[in-house]
Nanobody
């Protein structure tokens, strides 16, 4: 099973950009579909973006479409979330997650994932 560590969070002004990274340790990273979720202050965890094992398929929450891009590098065991045009509503703790998955699928439901990182805080000021 992989272990996940997120990095890249921080404080940014509205309209700015951040790039989150998630590094996986362990074996067979390329057999895991990956996802990014977030938990805004006082709210439930919500889906942000997902990517299949090979990176050939991606999926985004409506709030992320056109602004966020998920990508992965299986040679480096990393998955990234490039976030542009950030808004105060994007303020949240962002989590990387992994699920053992074959068939080139993306997974958008948190309960489908069985490995989670510790989270990284993203704060967008107005």
């Amino acid at each position: 099973q992989v272990q996940l560590v997120e990095s890249g969070g921080g404080l940014v002004q509205a309209g700015g950009s951040l790039r989150l990274s998630c590094t996986a340790s362990g074996r067979a990273f390329s057999w895991y579909a990956m996802g990014w979720f977030r938990r805004p202050p006082g709210k439930y965890r919500e889906f942000v973006a997902a990517i299949s094992q090979t990176g050939g398929k991606t999926d985004y929450a409506d709030s992320a479409k056109g602004r966020f891009t998920i990508s992965r590098d299986n040679a480096k065991n990393t998955v990234a979330l490039q976030m542009n045009s950030l808004k105060p509503g994007d303020t949240a703790v962002y989590y990387c997650a992994a699920v053992w998955s074959l068939g080139g699928l993306t997974h958008t439901v948190a309960n489908e994932y069985d490995v989670w990182g510790q989270g990284t805080q993203v704060t967008v000021s107005s």
